[in-house]
């Protein structure tokens, strides 16, 4: 090579080498198809693109929502997962404790008062302001406050032994959300879909309702519904309780529809030839995908979210024509419809911010479980009893939980309440490969602490993705140089519960 030809060759970045500069190898000139790439925005790339895909003689993208097999034949397909947002009690709700009227007002020898948040507020041993009595075939003993569910005991598998890692709203709620009482970390729903992907081309895979009254978001907000590190394509998509449920949910007016649909195409050219220079982008495969999700949706989500479609009966199974349920009726409602369009992984949210506005009953455990068991009894009873009669219960997981439960001691003020209790909870699942009417494990006396075959987080995470099909030690994600997964490295799935 002579020196004018030397002067004249093009660097990597496509800029002339400047005088004196050392000879490159020849590895490293600016190709054909290099300067296709780099000139004109990648215009000429875009072209050779097209001609590509017309003969097809391009490689179709990988569609990271496609279906995709279990590890092993499942018996659930879908989840809608109640969120008992608050921590509701477990000894007044479904883990039923004669011995706290026996010591009524007596002081729990060796308590922590620290256990709960509120240490110089610590009262006595309360008892129960509800009544219990035996219900369905299985002779379950049920609060007084489930005056509907508790016809359908006898479909649900009750967990009285669970316990988790932290007294806080915000870290106990990433620990039964996501495995690790911190943020950043994967949600159960985006490990789902991950794992299994969606069902539905034109509806999200996973989707999140929060509380509708001015309530507020839970604790950590969507971090609780977080893709993490995962791709973020596994991110749930949250419906705004008021307004459009999503932005952008309904087509531009002012333009028709085979324009806003070669727009998409362009856009989609663009994104996936910068795409292809960065791989590992996993951000920018997501958007991608959003844009042409979003465009899908506007045709069906409109649809699946209308609930003038359903019957009248139907409405009023659910509490619709019922102002203090009707707006948790129209969530349970549209998750019902949701799964049955396809959607894979469902989450309501009971309650918002902390105290009155949740099932948070620091004060008046009375009136605060009332009024939120009220909001959704009917709905969710409703919820089991329409999956059942359309044939979708018997793969479909439906889940109650909170992220902790309440202390069997009072938290004394003018109306007594119950402090965060992270050593007990109780929660249920029903449908899906759940053998219903049945109880694990078991509390204290007192209902204190998890005393018999206790059940941590990662045990029923291991469980609720055992009944998806998927092994929670094979669902994996290397990240940082580690394979993560949702259990960490402990879990054991509940099998006494399994049908």
Known sequence: MNKNALDERLTPAGMPALPGMPAMPETTLLTRRSLLH???????????????????????????????????????KRVIWIFVNGGPSQVDTWDYKPALEKHDGQE????????????????????????FRPRGQCGKMVSDLFPHLGEHVDKMAFIHS?????????????????????????????????????????????????????RGLPKGNASNWSAGFLPGVYQGTWLKPKGDPIDNLFPPKDQPAPA????????????????????????????????????????????????ARESEATKRLYGLDQKHCSHFAAQCLTARRLVERGVRFVQIYSGGMENQRSWDGHSDIQGNHSQFAGETDQPV????ADLELRGLLDDTLVIWCGEFGRLPVAQKGKAPGRDHNPHCFTAWLAGGGVKGGVSHGESDELGHKAAVDKVSVHDLHA??????????????????????????????VIRPILA
């Open 162 to 214: 669970g316990y988790t890692d932290s007294n806080n709203h915000s870290p106990a709620l990433f620990m039964m959300n996501c495995g690790m009482p911190r943020m950043g970390l994967p949600c159960t729903g985006s490990w789902v879909t991950y794992g299994l992907g969606s069902e539905s081309r034109d509806l999200p895979a996973f989707v999140v309702m929060s509380d509708p009254l001015d």
């Open 108 to 131: 729990l020898e060796g308590f922590d008062k620290f256990t709960g948040f509120f240490a110089n507020s610590v009262g006595g041993i309360m008892k129960s302001p509800f009544a």
């Open 38 to 76: 780099r000139a004109g925005a990648g215009a000429g790339m875009l072209g050779l693109a097209t001609l590509l895909r017309d003969e097809k003689l391009l490689a179709a993208p990988i569609d990271p929502l496609a279906p995709r097999d279990a590890h092993f034949p499942a018996k659930a």
């Open 381 to 384: 009873a409703a919820l089991l």
């Open 260 to 307: 806003q649909r070669g727009q998409l195409d362009l856009l989609a050219q663009l994104n996936q030839a910068h795409l292809e220079s960065r791989p590992a982008d996993t951000d920018l495969a997501a958007r991608i995908e959003s844009y042409e999700l979003a465009y899908r949706m506007q045709s069906a989500a409109p649809e699946a979210l209308d609930l």
């Open 463 to 492: 469980t609720i993705l055992h009944l998806l099909g998927l092994d929670h030690e094979k669902l994996t994600y290397t990240y940082s140089g580690r394979r993560y997964r949702l259990t960490d490295v402990f879990g054991n």
